[in-house]
């Protein structure tokens, strides 16, 4: 157990370590999904969408913690460049729907597949336990991220 004096002197380290690590990672898909025409933050949005077709706006801003107002504008940009069809849902006309086009379903695999050789190379120097542990450790503080997420 850290004291209150280590842990301030660890938590800015692992932050700027994990932000670090998300700006290499969006500057790699950035490169990745040119070639699709797709920008470094679509890839989450259509792996969430292809996993949940007809999910709406407000439940994709949440589940990939984005707020509502850039998911839609993104959405603008996939609708547009044909990846995605939006729908009011028929239960309740406020909501708007997402659907994956077939353009879409058929990025997925190459979308899947970059998230796996970025994942491979971050992670090559780390045992199977260290990408164990590390992976407990970080869901954990994904999960507490998304507590403070929920309360806004």
């Known amino acids: 157990m850290y004291t209150i004096d280590e842990r301030k002197m660890l938590m800015p380290d692992l932050m700027h370590h994990i932000t670090d690590i998300a700006r290499c990672a969006a500057l790699y898909r950035q490169e990745e999904l040119a070639a699709l025409g797709l920008k470094a933050c679509h890839a989450s949005y259509l792996a969430a969408i292809c996993d949940t077709p007809g999910i709406t706006q407000d439940q994709l801003a949440r589940r990939i913690f984005i707020n509502k107002s850039n ?82």
């Open 71 to 152: 998911v839609a504008r993104q959405l603008v940009i996939l609708e547009e460049d044909g990846f995605v069809e939006r729908r009011p849902s028929p239960g309740d006309k406020r909501a708007i729907q997402v659907f994956p086009t077939q353009k879409a379903k058929d990025a997925l695999p190459q979308i899947e597949d970059m998230f796996r050789r970025w994942q491979c190379f971050v992670a090559q120097d780390l045992s199977e336990e260290e990408r164990r542990c590390l992976t407990s450790m970080l869901a954990k503080m994904k999960d507490r991220s998304g507590e403070w997420m929920d309360k806004r």
